[in-house]
């Protein structure tokens, strides 16, 4: 199974920019759909961005045009850049496979967007 290990979150204000990074060990990461998760408290875990292997994105709509995924193949690792958060954006931020592996869950990164 592949271990990924979540980081950069925090706690911003609205308006404020993170950068996420996810780090991926034991497969070959290359290959692989990546993506990241988000899940709010009291609320299903949900796709918020995927990146094929070669570069193509795909974006929910609640976060299209503020979030910007992209990965660095060499390095083993996938990065979120959150631009103009809003407090909707709070949650515990996952990357996986996409689809995801069950196994392969984090323990994710708290993005906390309040005044």
């Known amino acids: 199974q592949v271990q990924l290990v979540e980081s950069g979150g925090g706690l911003v204000q609205p308006g404020g920019s993170l950068r996420l990074s996810c780090a991926a060990s034991?497969?070959?990461?290359?290959?692989?759909?990546m993506g990241w998760y988000r899940q709010a408290p009291g609320k299903q875990r949900e796709l918020v961005a995927a990146?094929?292997?070669?570069?193509?994105?795909n974006y929910a709509d609640s976060v299209k045009g503020r979030f910007t995924i992209s990965r660095d193949n060499a390095k083993n690792t996938v990065y979120l850049q959150m631009n103009s958060l809003k407090p909707e954006d709070t949650a515990v931020y996952y990357c996986?496979?996409?689809?995801?592996?069950?196994?392969?869950w984090g323990q994710g990164t708290q993005v906390t967007v309040s005044s």
């Open positions: 034991g497969r070959i990461f290359s290959i692989y759909v």
């Open positions: 990146i094929t292997g070669g570069g193509s994105t």
């Open positions: 996986n496979a996409h689809p995801p592996s069950v196994g392969s």
